[in-house]
């Protein structure tokens, strides 16, 4: 059994603990406004770039003069993961549950004989792959967002992808990341980068129905148009995945301090039956000791 000063102790350090969960919550609390307003912001806006490639993309699908992003290789033997994380922890199972459907799909790929290659972007996420898939991680990118995430954060990750895509190191590349829905929902979700996707049987060309006339030709536009709109799905990505960290933190601190308060107030409860015990226990000492006088 615990002895009263132990238990104080203990209590001291879990009052400790309480503070700097509260603390962290409300920090995270004043970041996810932030965060959030950036992710609902930049979504109209890729949602609508997506379209018009789908548009520019529908007339020039299976054509040999389509730009290698849009085409790919014509083969899917080689797949490129982006995984997206946090740098610090604290967020509950944010940074898991991307690593958990990473793991998944590398495992999956594998079983078909596919060749699979990963990109990390987060401390969190090279770190945990590190130990079981460093030699088929190509490069890793941190401090990220440290400040708030910028697009010109989220160009250098583009650049890289397709640098490394010209040069034929793979066919098809996803990226993995957290969207979010509300501060204790973020949805794992996984996004095709190369080749840019081409929706089926899309009959809205993004336009509003009209046909145009394009100048440059349809070709150099999308060859300009689709790094870009790498660059503007890798910056989405990174968006989502900010805000979804903030909500997890807040949720995963929220529920962190209760618990320490339940536990404090167990302990003291513990503490004050002990110590009553203790007084107890000397009164019938001193009684005792009275009476044999």
Do not use: W
Request: no cysteine.
């Amino acid at each position: 059994m615990a002895t009263l000063k132990e238990l104080r102790n203990r209590i001291r350090s879990v009052t400790a603990i309480q503070k700097i969960t509260s603390a962290q919550k409300v920090v995270a609390a004043s970041r996810l406004k932030r965060a959030q307003d950036a992710a609902t912001a930049a979504r109209p806006y890729a949602e609508r770039m997506e379209r018009m490639l789908t548009s520019l993309a529908k007339s020039m699908a299976g054509l040999p003069t389509a730009p290698p992003l849009l085409a790919g290789t014509g083969k899917d033997q080689t797949y490129l993961l982006v995984v997206v994380t946090s740098d610090r922890g604290l967020a509950g199972g944010l940074n898991s549950s991307v690593l958990r459907e990473a793991r998944r799909q590398i495992r999956e790929l594998t079983s078909q004989g596919k060749t699979v290659k990963v990109i990390t972007i987060g401390r969190k996420g090279r770190d945990s792959l590190r130990r079981d898939a460093a030699k088929i991680t190509l490069g890793n990118f941190v401090e990220i967002g440290r400040r708030g995430v910028a697009f010109s954060e989220a160009s250098p990750v583009a650049e890289d992808i397709v640098r490394r895509f010209e040069a034929g190191e793979f066919d098809v590349a996803r990226i993995i990341f957290n969207k979010f829905r509300s501060a204790i929902s973020q949805i794992v979700t996984t996004r095709q980068l190369v080749p840019a996707p081409v929706p089926e049987g899309a009959e809205d060309n993004g336009l509003g129905g009209a046909v145009y006339e394009f100048e440059p030709e349809e070709e150099e536009i999308l060859a300009e148009l689709l790094p870009r709109n790498m660059a503007i799905q890798i910056f989405t990505a990174l968006l989502e995945n900010a805000a979804s960290e903030q909500g997890a933190r807040m949720t995963a601190m929220d529920n962190s301090t209760r618990n320490a308060g339940d536990l404090i107030d167990s302990l003291t409860t513990l503490r004050n039956r002990t110590r009553q015990a203790v007084i107890t226990k000397e009164l019938i000492e001193i009684i005792s000791g009275a009476e044999a006088l």
